[in-house]
């Protein structure tokens, strides 16, 4: 992953700034994901699933940029230290729920892109629902992130996994800058508080860091998983069977439209209520999503998540997703999918957004981890 030392825009309709390709990398610096002792004792599944974390790892791009600065471990590393230990859950979007649904590709998907998930045959589609943070206590009823991850089970073994949230931005435009927040929120072991004058220097020279706190702190309590928009935050390109490029950033909006809660009625909801809610609209009907391109246009910024598209772009209905059965309880076929947004079929690929590329190693780290402590999510 390569720093970046001035912004990269969109110039034209076929160019614009894409991951780089590089060579493979040494093991990072503070390589554990798994101790040996602890690998025979796993279960079959999840060793194989270990084994496909180290695959992962061990392609990696060498470590430049915020990567040089912070390796994946030491991100993992901090965000505990920083939200806490819980054991066996993910380190972020900790309080989850699996389903399952499929997706069927548009016409106008067919158009963009050459990828099979757009060739309107129903697609397989693992999905994952969860609340924001690292605490699998976290209240439903709060003003706060939900998350929506997928995989997509396509032919000949491709497979396309997403990481959308319910908010139009990241936290951080980089996984340096997003390190130094969460080493700045870090209780003190004295107080068992963020030390405030840390807070407070790191946001005067960071500010962005707080738009994605301020738009949750604006938006109303969503009423349910099925009735939030998610957004992808990053940019996407998508290419034609004509070798025509499209980029944008993308959305998955409710059918039904957005739903929210006053905050009487969220206090009356309770903490614990949207993994029953889900149940109970997938039994009562279809629970559908529109899968939304926003177009990107030239002068538009692609590799920086704290920055949304302008209002108004064009949007393109790529498909649709539908929810058709929810887990009945914390397990599920989601569980120990680690969702890295980084696997996309041919025919889609991203924009080199550092908060993209860097999600794919500390990824696999923390799965590794959760599948030795045992994995859970409720």
Not at 219 to 239: E, M
Request: proline share 10%.
């Amino acid at each position: 992953m390569t720093g970046m030392t001035s912004p990269l825009v969109l110039k034209s309709w076929s160019e614009a700034p894409r991951q780089p390709e590089m060579p493979p990398q040494p093991k990072p610096t503070g390589w554990r994901v798994v101790h040996a002792r602890h690998f025979g004792s796993l279960k079959p599944m999840h060793r194989s699933a270990v084994r496909l974390a180290m695959l992962a790892l061990a392609g990696l791009a060498a470590p430049t940029g915020a990567w040089a600065q912070v390796g994946p471990v030491e991100m993992v590393d901090q965000f505990e230290a920083t939200s806490g230990k819980f054991a066996g859950y993910r380190r972020s979007g900790a309080k989850g729920i699996c389903a399952e649904g499929t997706f069927v590709g548009s016409e106008s998907g067919r158009s963009l892109s050459l990828a099979s998930a757009f060739s309107g045959n129903p697609v397989p589609a693992i999905v994952r629902f969860s609340v924001g943070g690292a605490n699998p206590g976290a209240p439903d009823n709060a003003r706060s992130q939900r998350n929506l991850a997928m995989q997509f089970d396509l032919p000949d073994g491709e497979v396309w996994h997403f990481g959308n949230i319910s908010a139009p931005i990241f936290g951080a435009a980089s996984p340096e800058q997003l390190f130094g927040r969460l080493q700045s929120l870090q209780p003190d072991p004295t107080t068992k508080a963020p030390d405030p004058a840390k807070v407070k220097a790191f946001l005067d020279a960071n500010p962005e860091v707080l738009l994605q706190g301020r738009y949750f702190a604006s938006q109303p309590v969503p009423a349910s998983f099925a009735t939030v928009n998610y957004w992808g935050v990053h940019g996407f390109g998508f290419t034609n069977t004509r070798g025509e490029k499209t980029w944008g950033k993308w959305v998955f909006e409710p059918v039904g439209g957005t739903q929210s809660l006053s905050d009487e009625e969220a206090k009356a909801k309770g903490p614990n209520f949207l993994f029953n809610d889900l149940r109970e609209r997938v039994r009562s009907g279809p629970v559908s999503f529109l899968f939304n391109l926003e177009v990107a246009e030239p002068g538009d910024q692609l590799d920086r998540a704290t920055v949304p598209l302008p209002a108004g772009r064009r949007k393109v209905t790529l498909g649709v997703l539908t929810i058709n059965a929810v887990a009945p309880d914390g397990g599920g076929s989601c569980l120990n999918i680690n969702f890295d947004p980084n696997r996309m079929p041919k025919g889609v690929e991203g924009a080199a957004d550092p908060t993209l590329t860097g999600r794919t190693a500390p990824y696999a780290i923390s799965l590794a981890r959760r599948l030795v402590e045992g994995p859970k999510q409720q």
